[in-house]
């Protein structure tokens, strides 16, 4: 039998300096910086094509749909009918193709702070936004995703905030706190839902993902945490929806798959109504750790996690 020879080239994901995931490095695809971070495209022997901003790993072609699906199906699904998105971050793309599956939406606002991370996942990253930037409803801007919530005149029915996780002098920190998701609140329509991607959940990092949902709870009446386990990331990733009024617990099974069939185009690969369940019924020590966190995140003293390693 032929045995395969040991990869000789690694890139690393550290989850803390005592642990990390190592993956088999196919290519190398794109290596710079923008004005904003640094960029990495690289070709992994098991997840294919992945998205790396200031060493952290962002998505990857074999398992994104498991994470985009997760982050805005049921924000969607939830609502009656979402007309106008707004995606502020979600620089491959993959986020606003999810959000233009559905036939109600009108127009998708797709709102990032660097044109570079979109210039290159819309030439390595083609299966990620699968030409979606070309759909007449969507609307392409580059800046700072709170100044546009900040000063824009209109309202959406959905938010989808898909930024960086808020790593010290990255630039996403300031869209976790109590200031920024006031100014979301008040770009929701009254139906309106938001979803943000809330970091990761594992025994040794909670603590962004719990200050996440606990700070959300000063803003907004429902907030519900929810867990998908990402197999690029080796662990469990959270994220949060919150509405005044909406509740992924009080829909059933049924009617999600009805939605599913009535409003988005194609065919999902991981949400549906068991997926919905299965996404916002937490493990107990997840639930422990929500209920115990009392910490709320504020402009004057911003959550910055530190980045462990190098990729
Ligand atoms: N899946 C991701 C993760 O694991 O954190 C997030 C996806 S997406 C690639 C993150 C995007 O957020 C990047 O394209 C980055 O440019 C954008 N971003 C960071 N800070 C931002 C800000 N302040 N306003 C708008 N976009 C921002």
């Known amino acids: 039998m032929l045995k395969k020879e040991t990869p000789s080239r690694w890139i690393y994901d550290y989850f803390s300096p005592y642990e990390v995931h190592k993956h088999a490095l196919k290519q190398t695809l794109y290596h710079g910086h923008s004005e904003y971070q640094e960029i990495v495209i690289a070709e992994t022997e098991c997840f294919g094509r992945c998205l790396i901003l200031d060493n952290e790993f962002q998505s990857a072609e074999r398992d994104e749909f ?14 009656p009918k979402p007309e106008k998105v707004a995606i502020i971050g979600g620089g491959e793309g993959a986020a606003i ?28 990253l083609p299966s990620f936004h699968n030409g979606c930037f070309s759909d007449e409803r969507a609307k392409l801007l580059f800046e700072d995703g709170r100044k546009f919530l900040e000063e824009t005149d209109e ?13 010290e002098e990255g630039p996403a920190y300031k869209l976790f706190t109590k200031e920024f998701y006031d100014i979301v609140k ?15 959940v594992s025994h040794t990092a909670l603590a962004t993902y719990t200050v996440i949902s606990r700070t959300l709870k000063e803003v907004f009446t429902n907030v519900s945490p929810s867990v998908a386990h990402i197999p690029f990331f080796a662990m469990l990733w959270g994220f949060c929806l919150a509405s005044n009024g909406l509740d992924p617990n009080q829909i059933n099974k049924d009617e999600i798959d009805r939605r599913i069939s009535e409003r988005v185009d194609g065919e ?6 068991i997926t919905h369940q299965a996404l916002f019924n937490l493990p107990k020590y997840v639930r422990k750790a929500l209920k115990e966190q009392t910490h709320i995140n504020r402009d004057n003293k911003p959550l910055m996690e530190q980045y462990p390693g190098r990729a």
């Open 186 to 200: 008040q770009k929701l329509t009254p139906q309106g839902a938001l979803s943000v991607q809330a970091s990761t």
């Open 97 to 124: 193709r999810e959000v233009l599956r559905h036939r109600t939406v009108t127009k998708a606002v797709m709102v990032d702070l660097d044109e570079k991370v979109v210039e290159c996942a819309k030439k390595y």
């Open 66 to 79: 498991i994470y985009h699906e997760s982050l805005v199906q049921p924000a969607l699904i939830l609502h």
């Open 155 to 167: 309202t959406f029915d959905v938010i989808i905030i898909d930024i960086t996780c808020p790593i």
């Open 268 to 273: 999902l690969r991981f949400y549906d109504g």
